[in-house]
């Protein structure tokens, strides 16, 4: 089964508020975090990218935090827009794993309330 | 535009058929994978293609074939369709064979009738 998970299925935020989705991962071998961003009817979006030897990483509105003692993952997004309501997803990826791929969490979906 | 092109965008096809998804990566990217995307399982990993080679296979069915061609272009075949294969196919790219962000396409949306 997958080793990534979300708290929070769906989020509710008000326009001009600030957005935190959550993210568990249970594999302490996983040394690289991304968020993505997926709109109806398109691909998965990069958004942010994060390595373990990092606790944040900012990007233009987004924050990705990460902490490792409680293998948690938040993504951060500041004065909520719009067009930010998407489904959001974690992934990690373990370094020198060889062969494993990035492992999906099964997603949050931000809406935004103007 | 991630630059990753999938083709077709929707394909509606019966039980019982054969399918093939056609991909094309970034320029410059070595690395291919596909991606399946349900309603109840999320993104699940499928395979993964390097510079021509198998790289990595995750839950891919023995129905289910994948190639990369020397162009680095990639094909996916699914053959047998059952209904519960209706879903969204995504392909990804990166540069090298992996620990890195991918980008993807816009998918393709298989429906089985």
């Known amino acids: 089964g997958e080793s990534v998970g979300l708290h929070l299925p769906t989020l509710s935020v008000q326009e001009g508020d600030n957005s935190i989705i959550n993210c568990a991962y249970s594999?302490?071998?996983?040394?690289?975090f991304i968020w993505y961003k997926q709109e109806s009817g398109k691909g998965p979006q990069f958004i942010i990218d994060?390595?373990?030897?990092?606790d944040k990483r900012q990007g233009q509105r987004v924050t990705v935090l990460l902490n490792k003692t409680v293998k948690h993952l938040s993504l951060q997004i500041a004065a909520t827009q719009p067009g930010d309501s998407a489904v959001y997803f974690c992934?990690?990826?373990?370094?020198?794993?060889?062969?494993?791929?990035?492992?999906f969490g099964k997603g949050t979906r931000l809406s935004v309330i103007a | 535009d991630s630059g990753v092109t999938q083709t077709p965008k929707h394909l509606i096809t019966a039980t019982g058929q054969r399918v093939t998804l056609r991909c094309s990566p970034r320029?410059?990217?070595?690395?291919v994978y596909w991606y399946q995307q349900s309603l109840d399982q999320g993104l699940q990993f499928l395979i993964q293609?390097?510079?021509?080679?198998?790289?990595a296979k995750g839950n891919i069915l023995e129905r289910f074939s994948a190639q990369q061609f020397p162009d680095l272009h990639s094909e996916l075949n699914l053959s047998s369709l059952e209904l519960g294969d209706s879903a969204l196919y995504f392909c990804?790219?990166?540069?090298?064979?992996?620990?890195?962000?991918?980008?993807f396409g816009s998918g393709t949306q298989l429906s089985v009738l």
């Open positions: 990804a790219s990166s540069v090298e064979a992996g620990n890195e962000k991918l980008f």
């Open positions: 594999n302490s071998a996983s040394d690289y």
């Open positions: 994060i390595r373990s030897n990092m």
């Open positions: 992934a990690e990826n373990i370094k020198n794993s060889g062969n494993t791929p990035l492992v």
């Open positions: 320029s410059g990217d070595l690395s």
């Open positions: 293609y390097y510079n021509g080679e198998e790289r």
